[in-house]
């Protein structure tokens, strides 16, 4: 792994990978690591939201990728953006180097992490998810497509694992509208990042298309909230980023751009 994991239970000692599981140098705490995706958050349970347990299924992970969600003309319809034109927005925002450290947040399947790593040959990018199925899926196929610069990890967005200042930059892209308390995601990228570093976050918009009542219920039933240009540059602010702006937006999709002060 290109960055250090700090282990969740002391908080201080480094965590070291080996085949079947991992561990702290410093309080001997052991973690799962089948393979080689460190479990950092084996007691955490995700909460039972529709989105959040859709994200657990075999199914989903085998059909994220494909036309049939992310890439495809139903997803492009509902957020009003293609997923190319989306990906083009992020990396432009990213600006990586050939040596960055990257943490790609809720990574899911590696949709954003494995194309990213090709963009930084001399660097390293960590997926970091909470769904063991899409991990695991994520490094099968990084592993497939020969990408020695990738690492995964199941943490939580809440509770980074990383010491401070250990990325260049931050993608959390299509999961902010899913975490219980997105002002602390944004705050832990923010954490993590160094100065001058970028972070990226792609997220469901408010309004436009759909009666606000009806947006409301289905949001709640689902799990997801959403949210307007607004709330989003006062979560980074308070993070302590500057340079806060959208750098795509439409009624129901919205990718924000911030630069660590």
Known sequence: MGVELVCPSCGKGRIEIGDLTASCGKCEALYDAKNGVPDLAPSLVIRPGVAQRFMQAAWVVSIYESRLWRKGPAFSCLAGIDFDSEFRAVLESAAPLPDSRILDIACGSGLYTRPLAVKVPRGSVVGLDLSRPMLSYAAKRAKTEGLSNVSFVRA???????????????????????????????????????????????????????????????????GIRSFTRDQLSVMFRSAGFSDVRPILETPRWIVMRGIKA
């Open 156 to 222: 939580s967005a809440l509770a980074l694992p990383f010491a401070d200042a250990s990325f260049d930059a931050v993608n959390l892209c299509g999961a902010l509208h899913l975490f219980p308390d997105p002002a602390l995601a944004v705050s832990e990228a923010g954490r993590v990042l160094a100065t001058g570093g970028r972070f990226t976050v792609a997220a469901v918009g408010e309004g436009g298309g759909i009666i606000p009542a009806v947006q409301s219920a289905i949001a709640s039933l689902m």
